[in-house]
């Protein structure tokens, strides 16, 4: 199976910060990676999709990168509402399926 | 529009067999290349990954739990069912199903349901 891991666990930023979010896959998985926001008592909502195609309505201080093992998602201007859980996903193996462990961006 | 919908008991026993329900809207389950799947997470934890089905009838289950796990789907109720065997408290936690978007080739899931929590304790 496939593992993917994320960097860091959890972050701390500010409004108006820029950061950066890693996932490394256990083996090369082309662009079939996928960012979600979660947010507690919420669904997850999908970000990015193919490493880095912006889902319809998804602001564009969202973006990501990325081919093969390694993919980074970025998020410029900090808003406050975008402090919450992030995950990646790979679908190079579909139909079978795995999440990172996640990422907790919190305010500093 | 589309819609996901998750239903079952919220509380099981231990040694209990789960059933749950994911009732979808806005789309049919024959669409070609559609797919639904099941992803749980327990309190304080990631997402994890349980099942997937698609619309010509392929299954796929979590390695570490394909031996407790069966997903089937029946379209003329648009609905997607998960059957999880001898539960433990362990797999307490919010059971979610999405739809993942065909025809993009990433099948990332586009729409959620809002989730159902479970927990599993005597």
Known sequence: DIQMTQSPSSLSASVGDRVTISCRASQRISSYLNWYQHKPGNAPKLLIYGASRLQSGVPSRFSG?????????TISNLQPEDF????????????????????????? | ???????????????????LTCTVSGFSLNN??????????????????????????????????????TISSDSSKSQVVLTMTNMDPVDTGTYYCARSRPFTWYY???????????????
């Open chain 2, 1 to 19: 529009q589309v819609t996901l919908k998750e239903s079952g008991p919220v509380l099981v026993k231990p040694t209990e067999t789960l059933t």
């Open chain 1, 65 to 73: 990168s990325g081919s093969g093992t390694d993919f980074t998602l």
């Open chain 2, 32 to 69: 070609t290349m559609m797919g639904v799947s099941w992803i749980r997470q327990p309190p304080g934890k990631a997402l994890e990954w349980l099942a997937h089905i698609f619309s010509n009838g392929d299954k796929s289950y979590s390695t570490s739990l394909k031996n407790r796990l």
């Open chain 2, 108 to 122: 990332e899931f586009d729409f959620w349901g809002q989730g159902t929590l479970v927990t599993v304790s005597s």
């Open chain 1, 84 to 108: 919450a859980t992030y995950y990646c996903q790979q679908s190079h193996t579909t139909p079978m399926f795995t999440f990172g462990q996640g990422t907790k961006l919190d305010i500093k």
